[in-house]
């Protein structure tokens, strides 16, 4: 059984950080791409980012590029996700997802298989 469970989450001012995790189960780090996708309230899920098997592929949307960083530990079975710089416009649910296939084009969302619950992140000014 594939499970991703998000944590990390909370409410923080604009300008602070926050780290959410995906732990990960049923599934290999190793073979397996990686993601983190968002959605705020009112709006379609969006990528933020994604990481391959090898770590040689890491992609960032253009809003979250040098404020967010993806990692992973293979050992953990568990993905982080940096968050520096926060803004309110970065206020929403933010999902894990996993696909142990090759990822054509991961920023688009039917493109992974498992995905997590979500978690909430709130950020005020």
């Known amino acids: 059984q594939v499970r991703l469970v998000e944590s990390g989450g909370g409410s923080v001012q604009a300008g602070d950080s926050l780290r959410l995790s995906c732990v990960t189960s049923?599934?290999?780090?190793?073979?397996?791409?990686m993601a983190w996708f968002r959605q705020a309230p009112g709006k379609e899920r969006e990528f933020v980012a994604a990481?391959?098997?090898?770590?040689?592929?890491?992609d960032y949307a253009a809003s979250v590029k040098d404020r967010f960083t993806i990692s992973k530990n293979n050992g953990k079975n568990t993905v982080t996700l940096q968050m520096n710089e926060l803004k309110p416009e970065d206020t929403a649910a933010y999902y894990c997802?996993?696909?142990?296939?090759?990822?054509?084009?991961?920023?688009?969302?039917?493109?992974?298989?498992?995905w997590g619950q979500g978690i909430q992140v709130t950020v005020s000014s």
């Open positions: 049923g599934i290999s780090l190793s073979t397996t791409y």
């Open positions: 990481i391959s098997p090898s770590d040689v592929y890491i």
């Open positions: 997802a996993a696909d142990a296939n090759q990822i054509i084009s991961p920023r688009v969302t039917g493109e992974w298989l498992y």
